[in-house]
């Protein structure tokens, strides 16, 4: 994408990064997505460097705002480890969602792809944050298997009762307040 198209490059590498990042997630011992994941990841804020002068007002577009707590968040979590050990919670659900609503368009073969990619992430284990992206990314793959109601009461006991009614802090997932309300 970087070379067909000059949108974004800190986005699209982002992209490609967090996809490799779950890659190396699902298949472990498969060193080559994990140093690709890595190398990705290590250059958005770079990329996101060299961009801002071209955001609107001298600011940068949302996504790429969406893109740099991100960042901040994989590194703080990485520490002293390769970002991509910092990578946690449904990375590509989310900007699947957040870019072109992409679960609506999934057919029921894709949309078992996501949830399997949902389980995955539970399985590994996710800090809070990312917990009530997880929940409401579930609800939104349920909506478009047809589980409407099943939807509808996670995101009303997983992510609006359970952490939205409490005023805690979201972090780098601030986002899943109003999409979640959205969905409801």
Not at 7 to 17: E, N, P, V
Request: charge should be positive; charged fraction near 30%.
């Amino acid at each position: 994408m970087c070379e067909t198209n000059n949108w974004s490059h800190a986005l699209y590498t982002y992209i490609a990064g967090i996809c490799y990042a779950e890659l190396s997630r699902t298949h472990p011992t498969n060193r080559t997505y994990s140093e690709k994941a890595t190398t990705l990841l290590d250059r958005v804020p770079n990329l996101l460097t060299k961009r801002k002068s071209f955001g609107v007002s001298g600011k940068r577009i949302p996504f790429e705002q969406f893109v740099e707590r991100k960042i901040t968040r994989f590194k703080a979590r990485a520490g002293s480890k390769p970002i991509r050990d910092g990578v946690m919670g449904p990375v590509t659900e989310e900007v699947t969602y957040l870019l072109c609503n992409g679960q609506k368009r999934m057919r029921v073969t894709e949309l078992e792809k996501s949830w399997q990619s949902l389980e995955l992430w539970e399985r590994i284990g996710c800090e809070d944050e990312e917990v009530y992206a997880l929940e409401l990314m579930r609800s939104v793959v349920d909506r478009n298997s047809g589980r409407l109601e099943d939807a509808k009461q996670r995101i009303e006991k997983k992510v609006i009762s359970e952490r939205l009614s409490k005023k805690g802090s979201l972090g780098s997932n601030d986002w899943v307040a109003g999409y979640a309300y959205y969905e409801v």
